[in-house]
Nanobody
Framework: QVQLVESGGRLVQAGASLRLSCTVS????????MGWFRQAPEKEREFVAH????????YYSDSVKGRFTISRDNAKNTTYLQMNSLEPGDTGVYYC???????????????????WGQGTQVTVSS
């Protein structure tokens, strides 16, 4: 059984930093590309960041580029999202998701990710 477990979300003030973690079990982590998505209240879930299975290629949405960094530790089966200079617009539920490396081309699209975590709440106050 594949499981993705996120942690690290909480209430912070604007300008603060947070690091989210997502630990994967039940599947070979090294074969997975890892993504982060978020859903703000009354909005659709949107792409935030992705790191390829090779750990080299990373991609970000324009709204977080330069502030967020995605990384992975294959020894720990964990991917991270370092979020700096947080803004109220970053508020939402953050989801970790995994896709098979053969579908890396689809990293922007949720339908290519068969595995999802339960989400962790990030709230940024002004």
């Amino acid at each position: 059984q594949v499981q993705l477990v996120e942690s690290g979300g909480r209430l912070v003030q604007a300008g603060a930093s947070l690091r989210l973690s997502c630990t994967v079990s039940g599947v070979t982590f090294m074969n997975l590309g890892m993504g982060w998505f978020r859903q703000a209240p009354e909005k659709e879930r949107e792409f935030v960041a992705h790191i390829h299975y090779n750990g080299v290629n990373t991609y970000y949405s324009d709204s977080v580029k330069g502030r967020f960094t995605i990384s992975r530790d294959n020894a720990k089966n964990t991917t991270y999202l370092q979020m700096n200079s947080l803004e109220p617009g970053d508020t939402g539920v953050y989801y970790c998701a995994a896709l098979n490396k053969r579908y890396s081309y689809g990293y922007l699209l949720q339908r290519y990710y068969p595995y999802w975590g339960q989400g962790t709440q990030v709230t940024v106050s002004s």
